[in-house]
């Protein structure tokens, strides 16, 4: 079995929803904001909040990143390799 790599990122996956949210964006700041908060959970998906209320499946957590002020829900697999993203504001 191979070590654990501390340097390893979570790769980032997105809902349908989130996907559609995704599309609408047209500008290339509000893009270049999304990308720095997608990064930021990529390195450490801990780092959002967990929202109330869930007690079966996946934990949603919610991120803001403090610059660039984009919202962004989401949940961490099992595995801590992939981070789903169910929706997003920028």
Do not use: C, N, W
């Amino acid at each position: 079995m191979p070590p654990h790599h501390r340097g390893r990122r979570a790769r980032i996956a997105f809902s349908d929803a989130a996907a559609k949210q995704l599309e609408a964006i047209t500008d290339e700041a509000e893009l270049h904001a999304l990308d720095r908060v997608l990064v930021v959970l990529s390195v450490d998906p801990d780092i959002g909040e967990p929202l109330p209320g869930t007690t079966s499946g996946p934990q949603l957590r919610e991120y803001t990143g403090d610059v660039d002020q984009v919202r962004v829900l989401y949940f961490v697999t099992t595995l801590r390799t992939v981070v789903v993203v169910a929706y997003l504001e920028v």
